[in-house]
């Protein structure tokens, strides 16, 4: 499974900015989601979601600000984020877990190389 993050960059807070991550390599239901690192703390999971049934889970922290979501034609996950704050500043992963459990853990399988996003 391959992953390619596009879509970060600098917003001022209360801006919005939308992650993608194209997937190939895999064609059955799996498990993915969106991770974050920022500088001097451990990643953390932000949003997940099942591409088979179309479940979702979130951070408490991003709830009703963020949007998870999945394209199965176009083998793409998206991030839409909304009214960003500072805290939100980290380097943004996308990963993907055949195994087909819904979490936040960064026990995924397969990851991305991140993408940049800073909230000023």
Known sequence: VQLVESGG?????????TL????SGY?????M????QAPGKEREGVAAIDTGDGSTYYLNSVEGRFTI???NAKNTLYLQMNSLKPEDTAIYYCAADSRLLLRLR??????GQGTQVTVS
């Not at 960059?9 to 900015?17: E, I, N």
């Not at 960064?106 to 990851?111: E, K, L, M, P, S």
């Open 33 to 36: 989601g969106w991770f974050r």
């Open 27 to 31: 064609t059955n239901n799996i498990v």
């Open 20 to 23: 993608s991550c194209r997937q």
């Open 9 to 17: 960059g600098s917003v001022q807070a209360g801006g919005s900015l």
């Open 69 to 71: 979501s999945h394209d």
């Open 106 to 111: 960064t026990d995924y399988q397969y990851w």
